[in-house]
């Protein structure tokens, strides 16, 4: 408030000059836990970018985000804020809640990953009618956790989930967004069942995946379905289950919580995965208020291999420039060699996972979103 | 003017003793002022909290859905849309496992009341009650999710009868099942059952068992013909809070329940998730329409009213 007034007073009160009168305050974020590396609070990500940042937690509910954005209080609450994932950058672009990028003012945006360069799934993630709208900050492609230890190898199909031997000991992610997106990849490229777009299913595919499911859930084949992070964690760690489609950072901390009573590890699977990125968006409200600069230094830092290293090493998730083997070479105080060793294994594999071309992208408002509910419904009862 | 002049009085000193005008404070809080207004207050409270939300909800209910929210309108689709889906299948299993709960409830927590208050000396008997809260002062979603080391496969019930050699291989149907939902519902609300309980038992007379004693009825048929009539109308008020939390409560199947289990707040909670606010709205206005007409029925059978004789 003081470095406003003093602002406005060396400004003579005009409009525009008022705007970056508000540059001087912090950054209101509205972001996820995830969204952070370094110390337990933002302070190491402030220090990289040189801002001052006012943390709001933010869950990981696009229908929270959405209603917030569109029909709430979001734009006068927050600056900037990160998304839960497909298809919300359009949402909330075609509203007018979010606003367009100017690129040029985010000097690592040189570092981007191709793919948000050469068109395709990816690149559309951050564009609305051909103009940018959010910088991307970490992505994946969710697959598979087991246990290595008790089963004795190493998964490569989701054909497994439905392995006789393992009747009872098999998690699905409570959520028919990415449940039914896998299955749909499993399904389709194993020659089950014949589906155009698994991100985007008729009525008649969801109906195909679900009475699938329904036929395995009749079976037993499902413990249950997880919902939340630690309900995750704690089905792998406790031994409940086996095999769990999941997050890849429930399986680290799954493992971690573990030692060595069992090996939780993240497979890679041959039919495909559902991809997904995160991203950081600019408000119309953020703007308004003066907070493009601060705004464009924190989508700096998500495009720095610094960011990129430690949410690899961190959380598992993948980064979205290009430079980060090179930059954990570069720094072996941070990352000596087992640690370094680790991480590339990590990358490495995470590339060998979202390049697999049988990859859907993920996708949280598909054109027949009544049909996966209903037919979510049913799996339910079922 | 009159008034005034008539209601004064000559003195003994021959002068005229004038009643002292009230003050402002006086006028404020006094019969004529705040203190009028305090008696509307719960009628305040009741509308701005009860009815205009229950109101709101019924109207929604019947808005058209938009892609992000919803407009005004009246259609019935989303009544349709809950009728003719496999929600209303989940919403009558989360019904019928809401009733296991309330009888289970009231099979371990009402002897607790009715012993509570014949063999508990009177002057302790309110703070045995008092334990009952103790389990509140833990988060519910700790208290549910300790369950699960104590349910699990490989939890404290398992390993417990595997040791004694009761069992080879562990049950899996206490968790992650609808048997594992209805133990969590049985132990998240279990004190309403006592609370409530324990209130009817109070406006039975001690002497009742004495009598019953007297007259040779045994503990069966004086439990069955006399206490739980007399203690209707509380019972059944625990059992509606027990149902209402049951029915309502999300957490209960998404940490103990099995594959998708569901009950009507985690239906309502899924249909929000999808921005299909109408559908949220709908199903929770049937559900309540449901607690009205088990509150109606409770009513005729009990007389609710009598629930406070025992402070009156």
Known sequence: ?382 | MRRDIESTSPTAGGGWDVPASPSPWQRLIGEDGLQKWVFYVPIAFMVLFFAIPMTATVVWSVFERTQFWMEPGFTFSAYENFFTSARVENYLSSMIHSAWAVVICFVLGFPVAVFVRRRVPRVAQHRVILLFILPFMISELVRVFAMRPVLGRYGLVNSFLMDIGLINEPITVILFSPLGVIIGDVLSFLPFMVFAGFLAMEAVQLYVFEVCDDLGAGTVRTFSDVIVPLAAPGIFAGSVFIFVNSLGVALVPIILGGPGAVNAGLIVNQAIVALDFPLAMAISTIMIVTLMALLYVGHRLFDLTKILEPIN
């Open chain 1, 1 to 382: 408030m003081q470095s406003m007034t003093a602002a406005a007073a060396v400004s003579g009160f005009g409009g525009i000059s008022m705007r970056h009168a508000f540059a001087a305050d912090p950054l209101r974020l509205w972001a996820a836990g995830i969204h952070k590396v370094g110390a337990k609070d933002w302070s190491a990500m402030e220090a990289q970018a040189g801002i001052k940042i006012a943390y709001t937690t933010k869950s990981a509910r696009a229908d929270e985000s959405i209603q917030k954005m569109v029909v709430g209080d979001g734009n006068k609450l927050f600056d900037a804020m990160t998304d839960n994932g497909g298809g919300m950058e359009d949402a909330l672009a075609s509203q007018n809640v979010i606003v367009p990028l100017d690129t040029s003012r985010i000097p690592n945006w040189k570092n981007i990953l191709p793919v948000y360069r050469e068109g395709g799934s990816a690149a559309d993630t951050i564009r609305y009618e051909g103009k940018v709208y959010a910088t991307p900050m970490i992505s994946n492609a969710d697959s598979m956790a087991y246990d290595y230890k008790v089963l004795g190898f190493h998964p490569d199909s989701w054909g497994v989930l439905f392995d006789s031997q393992f009747k009872g000991y098999v998690a699905l992610q409570n959520d028919f967004g990415p449940t039914l997106t896998n299955m749909a990849i499993y399904l389709k490229q194993s020659g089950k069942i014949e589906i155009t777009n698994p991100s985007d299913m008729t009525p008649g595919e969801v109906k195909a995946v679900c009475q699938f499911l329904i036929d395995y859930k009749k079976k037993g084949q499902f413990r249950t379905f997880w919902d939340g992070f630690q309900n995750g964690v704690d089905l792998l760690a406790t031994g409940e289950v086996l095999l769990s489609s999941c997050w890849e950072p429930i399986q680290i901390v799954a493992n971690r919580k573990t030692g060595d009573k069992a090996d939780i590890r993240y497979g890679s699977m041959k039919e495909g995965h559902q991809a997904w990125n995160n991203m950081i968006m600019l408000t119309k409200g953020g703007r308004e208020r003066g907070a493009d600069e601060s705004y464009y230094k924190l989508a700096n830092v998500y495009l720095s291999p610094w960011f990129g290293a430690r949410t690899l090493a961190g959380l598992g998730f993948g980064a979205q420039m290009v430079g980060v083997d090179t930059y954990i070479k570069a720094n072996p105080e941070e990352f000596p060699p087992e640690k370094r060793k680790e991480v590339i294994d990590i990358l490495t594999r995470k590339k060998e996972r979202l390049a697999n071309k049988g990859n859907a992208w993920q996708n949280v408002f598909p054109k027949n979103l009544r049909a996966y509910q209903d037919w979510w419904a049913r799996l339910q009862a079922a």
